[in-house]
């Protein structure tokens, strides 16, 4: 500042004729200040000169910290003085309303945390810490800090918060540094003073944490104090940004000629801010030194080394910022000033600053290193308005081959995973599945797992979705197996069946079981077990709509054959006496046949009804989320009742012809055998009936019963009518002969003709 005054005053070109003076005050305590800021009131000023009050004060520089800032800051408005800082950076002096007269030669907070941002993008650290003092300051600054951060993808794990002054507990410490290290980031900023990063560090130490990248503001970048912590350079890499330190080169001649050369320059016993003579040059100004210290050359260049000479330019630039705009506002020029006009300090405020009434020049991208004992402030970039330039080869990684350190919470979460929040730590951090339902395939982890579409399904830690496996009755289903197991079986004993009637046609035995008849209920019987093959494998279209005719259709000419042969026997017995005539129509006209086709065919029509207004249809019941079971709907309800109906009617028929004849000859009568298959035939249907209804047909259940029923049926008829007609053909030849057969019907006719009497 002495620097910047001494040159004005020496210029012909800036203020000429005009003298500047200056008071300097100390700001080492509260009381020091406060008391320097209201000797600046205007009674105050006036009384203490003797001449009226001639000097006007043009405005204050300083002072250094932000707390002492903000309070005489609030008294310079009131005094409607101008005031420039040199050092203060927070953000709270950009609002113009607050602090209307105030300016800054450096700038403000958040150029330097988006240089920080910067500096943390260009080496893609993703996952790092925030430690802040307790000061609003800082912790607004840590709030701007991850605002930020979030913006660029980077995410600030853990905010740390330490006591604000020296107090600060080692206990309050080591509990920040530990939960930095839970966090598991290995990069760290911290925004605080050097003052409480000096004992932080002396925890890291202690705590012998290695290995780390710590990022620093201004306010401890360059602090010897810290640098100088034992061990410290063991926990890691420093990294921080400065204030571009603008060189004065006439500056070290001015502190070597002020300090080692008496008298040359001193300052001013009382505060005569403007000078009083327009056409002396400093004349009076200032009074010689009470002492100067000489200093050795050693000595001066540790003062000229030290990192508040960073400051010297800006205090520099601030004096010189209100002579120019002094120079404005008295319209001097090449020739001199005119006469000087009454001005008020505030007239100032037409200073061109920014927007926010801060100057930004820039900062310088430092690193530590040390060497030989000895640490140094080593610069290896810059950064300026969005542009960072930084040589990565000058920075000592304390890292396995000096690569530079990772800081990301996971490099990539598998396929299926998602990042998830995790103990102290704000940043998705974790890698969890993806729950059934819901997938994702961004290799790189995502924040939300997707919803599978409707219709579609996913297991946990999935890619992507899966459509639902589509089952039908297969031989995969030990029950299936059974079943199909059961119908070969049946199969095969009707095939026996029928070599056994076809080898003894001949015989009496297969003539009273129906003779041509008896091969028709075979065949009918084995079309009706084939049947049931139409019910495994998946299903389509036609074999739905075949299925139910094809085994209704054979089935019943089954039953009908069964049917007409007990009607025959009961008329040949007990009616073709009393109806001779109709007995010879019957066998004129092959009424046997004429019945079976007759009966056969109206279910036909039925089953054509059917199919033509409410055809089956192919259907897919929904299991569950992975499962859908194709089906064969049968459509309206009363088609597939229509159809079982009549046959349940036809084995009506036969079991009352069943009863009626059982008291013929115990080669022709069948009834207790043929009541207990229409029985089983009956209950089976009515009870799968029941079932379907309830159910709506669906489910694989209703499917495998229907196809248990259908063998049920086959098996009744088979078990009660054609195997035991089998054993005596095969097993009692004595009873397969035409004398036995005649004794049978000669006992008959006896017994019956004895009732009758």
Same mark, same amino acid.
């Given at each position: ?26 700001? =080492? ?137 020296? $107090? ?116 009076? =100004?200032?009074?010689? =030194? ?333 299991? $569950? ?118 004794? =049978? ?13």
């Amino acid at each position: 500042m002495r620097l910047a005054i001494e040159e004005i005053n020496n210029s012909s070109i800036l203020l000429p004729n005009i003298t500047l003076g200056y008071h300097i005050w100390d700001t =080492c305590q509260e009381k020091h200040y406060l008391q320097a800021v209201f000797q600046l009131a205007p009674d105050q000023r006036c009384r203490s000169q003797q001449a009226g009050c001639p000097e006007k004060v043009i405005g204050v520089v300083g002072p250094d910290s932000a707390d002492m800032t903000q309070l005489t800051s609030r008294i310079l408005t009131f005094y409607r003085l101008p005031q420039i800082c040199y050092s203060v950076k927070d953000e709270i002096f950009t609002d113009k309303d607050l602090f209307p007269l105030l300016f800054r030669m450096v700038p403000n907070e958040n150029h330097q945390i988006s240089g920080l941002i910067s500096l943390i993008k260009a080496f893609d650290w993703k996952w790092v810490s925030a430690v802040g003092s307790g000061t609003k300051a800082s912790q607004k600054s840590v709030q701007t800090l991850i605002a930020e951060a979030a913006e660029e993808d980077i995410c600030i794990s853990y905010q740390g918060v330490m006591t604000a002054d020296l $107090s600060v507990s080692e206990s309050q410490l080591q509990k920040v540094i530990e939960n930095i290290e839970k966090a598991g980031t290995n990069v760290t900023i911290i925004l605080s003073d050097d003052a409480i990063v000096q004992k932080f560090f002396q925890i890291v130490t202690k705590l012998k944490i290695t290995g780390k990248v710590w990022i620093a503001p201004e306010t401890w970048v360059l602090s010897s104090s810290v640098a100088a912590v034992p061990g410290i350079e063991k926990t890691g890499t420093v990294l921080g940004l400065t204030i571009k330190p603008i060189k004065l080169p006439q500056f070290t001649h001015f502190v070597e000629k002020t300090l080692q050369c008496p008298h040359a320059a001193s300052p001013p016993a009382s505060p005569v801010p403007f000078g009083p003579h327009e056409q002396g040059r400093a004349q009076g =100004c200032s009074q010689a =030194c009470d002492e100067c210290h000489l200093l050795s050359l050693d000595s001066l260049a540790d003062i000229l080394n030290s990192s508040i000479w960073h400051w010297s330019f800006y205090s520099y630039a601030a004096v010189y910022t209100l002579a120019e705009a002094l120079h404005w506002l008295f319209g001097c020029g090449p020739g001199g000033c005119p006469p000087r006009k009454e001005f008020e300090p505030w007239q100032n405020n037409t200073i061109q600053f920014s927007d926010q009434g801060d100057l930004f020049l820039g900062y310088n991208v430092i690193t530590w290193s040390w060497g030989n004992g000895a640490f140094d402030f080593k610069t290896i970039g810059s950064y300026s308005s969005q542009s960072l330039k930084i040589n990565q080869s000058n920075i000592d990684w304390l890292t396995p081959g000096g690569q530079v350190p990772k800081s990301s919470c996971i490099a990539v979460c598998g396929v299926g995973q998602i990042r998830t929040k995790q103990l102290l730590d704000e940043c998705l951090c974790r890698c969890d599945d993806c729950q059934e339902g819901t997938y994702q395939n961004n290799s790189t982890g995502a924040a939300d797992c997707l919803l599978c579409p409707a219709g579609m399904w996913s297991p946990p830690k999935s890619s992507q979705c899966f459509y639902p496996h589509v089952t039908f009755l297969d031989m995969a289903d030990t029950n299936i197996s059974a079943l199909v197991i059961l119908t070969i079986v049946d199969f095969f004993l009707l095939c026996g069946c029928l070599l056994v009637f076809a080898i003894n046609w001949q015989t009496p035995v297969v003539k009273a079981a129906g003779g041509k008849l008896a091969f028709v209920m075979l065949a009918s019987l084995l079309a009706s077990c084939a049947s049931t093959s139409l019910f495994i494998g998946r299903p389509t279209w036609a074999t739905c709509l075949v299925r139910q005719p094809f085994f209704a259709i054979s089935f019943t000419l089954c039953v009908s054959c069964l049917l007409v042969r007990s009607f025959q026997i009961i008329f040949i017995f007990k009616m073709a006496g009393k109806l001779p005539r109709a007995h010879k129509y019957w066998l004129r006209y092959k009424g046997t046949y004429a019945c079976v086709g007759l009966s056969s065919g109206l279910q036909a029509v039925l089953c054509a009804l059917w199919l033509y207004f409410s055809p089956p249809t192919l259907k897919a019941d929904v299991i $569950s989320e992975r499962e859908v079971f194709l089906r064969c709907s049968e459509g309206h309800f009363l088609g597939l009742g229509a159809v079982l109906g009549y046959i349940t009617l036809l084995g009506g028929a036969c079991f009352v012809f069943a009863f009626w004849g059982r008291n013929l000859p115990k080669n022709y009568s069948e009834a207790r055998l043929l009541t207990t298959s229409m029985l089983i035939f009956l209950m089976g249907w009515g009870c799968f009936m029941l079932i379907y209804t309830t159910t709506e047909g669906k489910g694989k259940q209703i499917a495998a019963l229907q196809m248990f029923t259908v063998q049920t049926s086959v098996y009744a008829i088979l078990c009660t009518f054609f195997l035991p007609k089998c054993y005596i053909v095969l097993f009692k030849p004595q009873f397969n002969t035409v004398a036995h057969f005649q004794t =049978c019907i000669q006992a008959y006719t006896t017994t019956a003709r004895n009732v009758r009497h």
